[in-house]
């Protein structure tokens, strides 16, 4: 028989077995590891529920939802993430998706929720089928593709005449200037110095003031991205990337089935369109990258953000997922806001 309750600290094991059982398909397939703590990564979204169905006494499937809070069109307003919907293969097609969404939106609707946001990778429609033609909810829409670089890290010192980058510590000041600029992103974050523990911060000034901030964040001890096959594409490229590293001063790629070692761009925030301030900026945390023996840099930007333009140039490996968004009061006219403008999502935390 199948039960469905709320996860415990001693699901632990359990949880972190049924995540490195599944896995996304695509030219690079991954899977996202969650040793030694499953729930370090949640904690750091927000106020978490996890719903697992169990039978026989192991764990069979979750599903996760993280209260948030977020812009939209500059005001504060509660986000519930969606995260962490597995099922294992061998409990597949036996309702069990379809019962712990019924299990989640339960909870959720009883908390009074309204916009609620979810990833899939592109081209996976299939977890929309459990939150479609649901009583009373209206289905998620499609709010665009969020584009996942991974740039490759290099010895090259890249010089940029008058910027300056250097090392920053928190402050009201920083603080400041990142919440200005994500108010006028939809669904951005609201930032606070305790978001900002653990991160390396960089800076640019002109005249004093704050024009650029890059936040490095290691999640190696939250989650680890392992590649578990590559098209034969890929693994010529990367196989030749590292045949010939020594003379292109690139950075060792990944192997299969091994963590692939990268830093997060958390935030990268610059004032006006900011092109060489962001290129600088990406280019300093390749040398970074480098230099500490990791592989890539990695920023997740949706499609229509401006510092795509940012990139010409710089060699990078790239995936895709689509943002999804409801409004559980069906208040449609939130949810144009949102897709009018430029939503964004913390990769890191996905």
Not at 141 to 155: A, D, S, W, Y
């Amino acid at each position: 028989m199948i039960t469905y309750r709320l996860a415990n600290d001693g699901d632990n094991q359990q949880l972190i077995a049924l995540t490195s059982s599944s896995g996304m398909e695509g030219e690079i397939a991954l899977r996202i590891d969650r040793e030694p703590d499953f729930f370090s990564l949640l904690r750091q979204r927000g106020k978490t529920r996890v719903f697992v169905a169990e039978e026989n006494k192991t764990i069979i499937g979750s599903i996760c939802v993280s209260l948030q809070e977020i812009y939209v069109d500059s005001r504060l307003i509660p986000l519930w993430y969606i995260g962490d919907f597995k099922v294992a293969n061998t409990s597949r097609n036996r309702g069990v998706g379809l019962q712990l969404c019924n299990e989640m939106a339960n909870y959720v609707i009883g908390e009074g929720a309204d916009l609620a946001f979810l990833n899939i990778a592109k081209g996976n429609t299939k977890p929309l089928s459990f939150f479609k033609n649901r009583p009373s909810v209206p289905d998620f829409e499609n709010l665009g593709v969020f584009i996942i670089r991974q740039f490759i890290g290099t010895k090259r010192k890249f010089v940029y005449p008058s910027v300056n980058i250097e090392q920053a510590a928190v402050s009201e000041e920083l603080v400041q200037f990142l919440n200005c600029h994500y108010s006028k992103y939809q669904l951005g974050p609201v930032i606070t110095k305790s978001k900002l523990e653990g991160a390396e911060i960089f800076i640019i000034r002109q005249q004093h003031d704050i024009v650029a901030v890059m936040c490095l964040a290691d999640t190696m001890a939250s989650k680890q991205n392992v590649v578990t096959s590559l098209s034969w594409r890929l693994k010529w490229m990367l196989k030749t990337i590292n045949a010939v590293r020594g003379i292109t001063r690139m950075a060792k790629m990944p192997e299969l089935n091994e963590p692939v070692r990268l830093l997060y761009i958390k935030y990268l925030a610059v004032n006006g369109t900011g092109n060489v301030y962001a290129k600088a900026m990406v280019n300093y945390a390749r040398n970074i990258v480098y230099n500490r023996s990791y592989s890539f840099a990695a920023i997740g930007l949706h499609e229509k953000d401006p510092l795509n333009r940012c990139f010409a140039g710089i060699p990078v490996l790239t995936f895709k997922s689509v943002g999804m968004l409801v409004s559980i009061r069906n208040n449609q006219a939130l949810v144009e806001k949102v897709k009018q403008g430029i939503p964004f999502e913390d990769y890191s935390l996905v």
